[in-house]
């Protein structure tokens, strides 16, 4: 029963990853996006991850994937990848050498998984991930609001429309 | 109970579909999209080793790299409408130059 899960889940991940970078249309391949983001939530979930599958939820495929949408709607897209591509050579050896890439991660993956996993997974509770982040990770975590406000900084300063 | 073997591989196979996504379009926000999925996939790798060595800290680590991602998303998206402010259209290939 988790194996089917996990197949059919697989199965949708990769296949709107494929969809976002395959669909011309940008607005697709946003929408690909968040159902791959859903698909690895629920991978989440059966990893045992519950407060991350809830923050991938509301972080990605929330609050960045209107982000992204809403980008996209004010660039109006779509044009830019008409027309002849200057540079089609390149671009068609990456298929092949992602190809390559991809069977050498899966091999060193496959090839090199030793041992038995530990014998009960950890609880990915909201309670029990708090706890390590409010005190192995203190320091990171408080550092975390410093970035983000770096970023908010930033990104008022480069969207201010200069005189 | 999945082995977590399976998840990595998966997240490889996820991975290297975005670095082909990186290379082979041309529009740059389809391009940062990409580089979420390889994110992402990288997300799912260290839940699951966290998950086979029993221990929270890839939890921990994936909280991090969702908070970075947001930063990252927000000042990126800024720089590509920028861009467009000046350039007018939106394609990597004319973005060969530091400046303008």
């Given at each position: 029963m988790a194996y089917v899960s996990f197949f059919v889940i697989a199965a949708i991940a990769v296949g709107s990853a494929l969809g976002l970078i395959l669909r011309p249309n940008a607005i697709h391949g946003a929408l690909f996006l968040v159902v791959n983001l859903g698909s690895v939530a629920a991978l989440y979930l059966m990893l045992g991850a519950e407060f991350l599958a809830a923050a991938q939820v509301i972080v990605y495929a929330g609050a960045i994937m209107v982000l992204f949408v809403f980008a996209i709607m004010v660039l109006?897209?779509?044009?830019?990848?008409?027309?002849?591509?200057?540079r089609r050579g390149a671009r068609l050896i990456a298929l092949p050498v992602g190809g390559l890439l991809m069977l050498l991660l899966v091999f060193v993956v496959v090839a090199r998984w030793r041992g038995p996993s530990a014998p009960a997974g950890p609880s990915g509770s909201a309670a029990a991930v708090g706890r390590l982040l409010f005190t192995s990770y203190l320091f990171p975590f408080e550092l975390t609001s410093v970035l983000l406000l770096a970023a908010m900084v930033g990104v008022l300063l480069l969207a201010r429309r200069r005189a | 109970m999945v082995p977590e073997s399976y998840y990595v591989a998966l997240s490889a196979v996820l991975f290297s579909i975005g670095v082909v996504g990186v290379v082979i379009r041309r529009n740059p926000l389809v391009i940062f999209m990409s580089i979420e999925l390889m994110l992402n996939a990288a997300n799912l790798a260290l839940v699951a080793f966290g998950q086979r060595f029993g221990n929270l800290d890839g939890q921990a680590v994936v909280f991090f790299v969702m908070a970075v991602a947001a930063a990252e998303v927000a000042v990126g998206l800024a720089i590509i409408v920028t861009i467009f402010r000046v350039r007018r259209r939106l394609s990597v290939d004319d973005l060969s130059v530091m400046r303008w």
């Amino acid at each position: 029963m988790a194996y089917v899960s996990f197949f059919v889940i697989a199965a949708i991940a990769v296949g709107s990853a494929l969809g976002l970078i395959l669909r011309p249309n940008a607005i697709h391949g946003a929408l690909f996006l968040v159902v791959n983001l859903g698909s690895v939530a629920a991978l989440y979930l059966m990893l045992g991850a519950e407060f991350l599958a809830a923050a991938q939820v509301i972080v990605y495929a929330g609050a960045i994937m209107v982000l992204f949408v809403f980008a996209i709607m004010v660039l109006i897209p779509g044009k830019e990848e008409s027309g002849a591509d200057p540079r089609r050579g390149a671009r068609l050896i990456a298929l092949p050498v992602g190809g390559l890439l991809m069977l050498l991660l899966v091999f060193v993956v496959v090839a090199r998984w030793r041992g038995p996993s530990a014998p009960a997974g950890p609880s990915g509770s909201a309670a029990a991930v708090g706890r390590l982040l409010f005190t192995s990770y203190l320091f990171p975590f408080e550092l975390t609001s410093v970035l983000l406000l770096a970023a908010m900084v930033g990104v008022l300063l480069l969207a201010r429309r200069r005189a | 109970m999945v082995p977590e073997s399976y998840y990595v591989a998966l997240s490889a196979v996820l991975f290297s579909i975005g670095v082909v996504g990186v290379v082979i379009r041309r529009n740059p926000l389809v391009i940062f999209m990409s580089i979420e999925l390889m994110l992402n996939a990288a997300n799912l790798a260290l839940v699951a080793f966290g998950q086979r060595f029993g221990n929270l800290d890839g939890q921990a680590v994936v909280f991090f790299v969702m908070a970075v991602a947001a930063a990252e998303v927000a000042v990126g998206l800024a720089i590509i409408v920028t861009i467009f402010r000046v350039r007018r259209r939106l394609s990597v290939d004319d973005l060969s130059v530091m400046r303008w």
